[in-house]
């Protein structure tokens, strides 16, 4: 029930949007001229589409309400998921550190030295 009403709502919000932006923003809706009269005059495509856009928006408000209280009883029991909660590791204690003596590198001509012998 509740993934059909998502559906649902995601229909009405993307026919919600497409009415919106064909009206004018001075009113005109449609901006198509004809007749004075009939459905797809310049009056009457305002008139259609201002009473369209209260239905979609009336039919938003109202669906949005109603996923909320579906949600809302749906929900758990209210515990909370601990089953990604960190829990701490005791560590071993760290050996001691042992340094051993340091064995020196043969020495090397710097690099801006050229060897003679070549």
């Known amino acids: ?13 993307a026919s919600l949007v497409g009415v919106v932006l064909m009206q004018r923003s001075e009113g005109g809706g449609l901006g ?3 007749s004075p009269s009939g ?3 310049a009056r009457g495509a305002t008139d259609f ?3 369209t ?11 949005s309400i109603s996923l909320a209280f579906v949600a809302a009883k749906k929900g758990g ?6 089953s990604l909660q960190r829990t ?9 550190v042992t340094t051993a003596p340091a064995v020196a590198a043969p020495a090397a001509a ?7 012998d070549k």
């Open 77 to 82: 029991t209210g515990e909370i998921d601990s």
């Open 110 to 116: 710097p690099a801006t030295e050229v060897p003679l």
């Open 88 to 96: 701490e590791v005791p560590t071993a204690p760290a050996a001691p």
């Open 1 to 13: 029930m509740f993934h059909f009403l998502i559906v649902v709502q995601a229909i009405i919000a």
């Open 53 to 63: 856009t209260a239905i979609l928006a009336t039919m938003f408000i109202l669906l």
């Open 32 to 34: 198509m001229g004809g």
């Open 49 to 51: 589409l201002t009473r």
């Open 39 to 41: 459905l797809m005059s």
